[in-house]
């Protein structure tokens, strides 16, 4: 629509426009802020941080909380298994997804009606907590790899929108003219199916990937062994439950020093955690709304 | 339903190869997992009405029928529990249904592409932080003597707030960091449904000479009604389903008697404590609630307004 230009708006609308762009500018400085500070913080000076110096750029710059971050061996084993549960977890995700994905576009599929409604149950109704304990206990995957990988193979909600998202954008044509070219169900799904879902196999990753980096639940359920635990853990630990492993700062004398040290470390921790999901967001950004708009459409 | 009666004459035809059990292989993978992870703890369920004991077996544990539903109904502290759950869930949604639609239509009336751009961007971004890297923020900036917003409260003159250590705040701070980190990703689907609305109907109230607030009432909120309503089935329906991930994260000795919810407790008496049979019983209670209220809710929209889920 041709909006008219700001002078040419009666008064009413000026004033209606000027608290719009108010209101989002507070909204922005409301978010923006918190992040900035935990930056700044984290690459400043250790008293600076405790005595709230810091406001908005970083005081007395230093790298001594980053240093300390890979001094600290627990932190850098869970962000190794992290990457491990990330990378993994989500490859099986999107596998598993097109698997079910595929099937269940094809109208050539004389069962998908029911097997659709297998698995839409799901959404709606789950066993809860304990029973997924006991059935997790009873698999022998409690404190292994494999229960941060196999449980949650696969999201109904995600296996719904990639399945929407080919019924919708992959001509039926393509699939009759394979057929007749003698390609199989398989083939196709290789040759085609996978190659023109790019867009949303793009969504999907973020969507698996952030859940895999940003999972706690599952580790805090299942495992127990510290070589194991994910980033998430480790974080708990240091900011929520106030636990720093300060054996490599013994050196530092003052009290003061170590707790300007704790603090600095914690900072550092959620930058250093937060990394691989924020280099993930903007190449992905752009593809968001279309996720979210596929997943809307009812199917 | 027509074109499955036409794909089944062209199948009839005999011309293309049936294939059906390539997709059945495909899809057997995922079948057998959702079989043993879905269906499997739904069979689970029965612990809720038994006597459970790990020696004997879910399937040879002895029945107790609704003892243990009974139980968690009647007793003070579980009462007192599903009273929290209502009070967070309704809090909840109160604040954090309405918040997304103005956000989206702020971001629909801005012209500037560069600004609407970085509103989005920004908005959407705190949803992909982890949430215990959110509540590990919260509790560094919010600290009584070292967080940045009692010192910035110091600055201006006011008392500094022990914001973990106090129960009334307990609530707001839940919803409201809730708020910063969802608002945004949430509003997304009401701008893409404004982004919808019929230019024709905008150009005739321009005409008409309708100001731009209006035009928001008038033309902009009934056309994205249909999104609006089903948003808000779905937030009906998890009044009571208050996931443990943040909560838990949250909770401390001082503020316990308004953060222990339904999920929390179905963790911590069911896997903490073992005890299997009540937990269950708690946490089937909130899934069978959460269910009902989604159907009545609607059932309630397909009545009024036509638009609903199924």
């Known amino acids: 629509m041709k909006q008219a230009k700001f002078r040419n708006m009666t008064l009413g609308d000026k004033i209606f426009t000027l608290i719009i762009y108010t209101m989002l500018s507070l909204i922005l400085v409301v978010i923006l802020y918190p ?11 250790p008293q600076a941080v405790i005595s709230g110096e810091v406001l908005l750029f970083p005081v007395r710059p230093t790298l ?32 598993m997804t097109m698997l079910c994905a595929y099937p269940l576009s094809r109208r050539e599929f004389t069962a998908r009606g029911w097997i659709s409604k297998f698995f839409v149950f ?15 206990n009873r698999l022998h995957m409690i404190n292994t790899r494999w229960v941060m990988l196999i449980p949650m193979a ?18 039926d044509e393509l699939y009759e003219a394979s057929q007749i070219d003698g390609c199989t169900p398989f083939k196709y799904m290789m040759r085609v199916v996978v190659p023109l879902s790019k867009p949303i196999l793009a969504v999907l990753t973020l969507y698996y990937g952030v859940g895999r980096w940003n999972d706690y639940y599952t580790a805090m359920m299942y495992l127990n062994d510290d070589r194991l635990m994910p980033i998430t853990m480790v974080m708990r630990e240091i900011l929520i439950m106030g636990k720093v492993d300060m054996t490599k700062v013994q050196d530092a004398t003052a009290a003061a020093k170590l707790q300007g040290m704790s603090e600095l470390l914690k900072y550092s921790t959620i930058v250093v955690a937060c990394v691989p999901v924020m280099l993930l967001y903007p190449l992905i950004q752009k593809h968001l709304v279309k996720g979210v708009m596929v997943g809307s459409v009812k199917g | 339903m027509a074109k499955k009666t036409k794909h089944a004459s062209a199948a009839g035809g005999g011309r293309i190869k049936n294939y059906n059990w390539q997709f059945w292989l495909i899809i057997a993978l995922p079948m057998i997992y959702a079989f043993i992870f879905a269906y499997i703890p739904m069979g689970g369920i029965i612990i809720a009405f038994k006597d459970y004991s790990i020696r004997k077996g ?23 529990v599903i009273k929290n759950t209502l009070a967070l869930g309704i809090y909840t949604m109160i604040v954090s249904f309405p918040i997304p639609i103005l956000l989206a239509i702020g971001i629909n009336e801005v012209r500037n592409k560069f600004f609407k751009k970085t509103v989005q961007m920004v908005t959407y971004a705190p949803y992909f932080i982890s949430i215990v890297v959110l509540v590990g923020m919260m509790m560094q900036m919010m600290d009584l003597r070292t967080g940045i917003i009692n010192v910035l ?41 404004l982004s919808g609305v019929s230019q024709e109907l905008q150009e005739a109230a321009v005409v008409d000479g309708a100001t731009r607030l209006q035009r928001i009432m008038h033309v902009d909120i009934p056309s994205i009604l249909p999104t609006v309503i089903i948003m808000l089935i779905f937030s009906c329906s998890n009044v009571v389903s208050i996931g443990m991930d943040k909560i838990y994260l949250m909770q401390n000795t001082i503020n316990a008697p308004v953060s222990e919810v339904i999920s929390t407790f179905v963790y911590k008496v069911g896997i903490v404590n073992a005890n299997f049979g009540f937990s269950t019983a708690a946490g089937l209670f909130q899934s069978v609630v959460s269910f009902l209220m989604l159907v009545i809710v609607n059932t309630i929209c397909r009545k009024i307004s036509d638009t609903s889920l199924w």
């Open chain 1, 35 to 45: 992040l900035i500070y935990i930056v700044s913080a984290s690459f400043s000076d």
């Open chain 1, 64 to 95: 001594k909380g980053y240093i300390a971050v890979l001094q600290n061996k627990k932190i850098l084993t869970g962000f190794t298994n992290s990457l491990f549960y990330l990378v993994v977890g989500t490859i099986i995700n999107l596998v």
């Open chain 1, 122 to 136: 799901t959404m709606y109704f789950s066993g809860g907590m304990v029973p997924a304990y006991i059935l997790v």
């Open chain 1, 154 to 171: 696969m999201s109904t909600y995600n296996m719904i929108i990639c399945r929407t998202y080919i019924v919708n954008t992959i001509p």
């Open chain 2, 58 to 80: 879910i399937l040879g544990s002895d029945w107790v029928g609704f003892k243990y539903f009974i139980q968690f109904l009647t007793s003070k502290s579980s009462v007192l």
């Open chain 2, 153 to 193: 409260l110091q600055k201006i003159g006011m008392d500094p707030v022990n914001f973990f250590g106090d129960v009334k705040l307990f609530r707001s701070l839940y919803v409201w960091s809730g708020i910063w980190q969802t608002a945004g990703y949430s509003s997304i689907i009401y701008v893409a449904a």
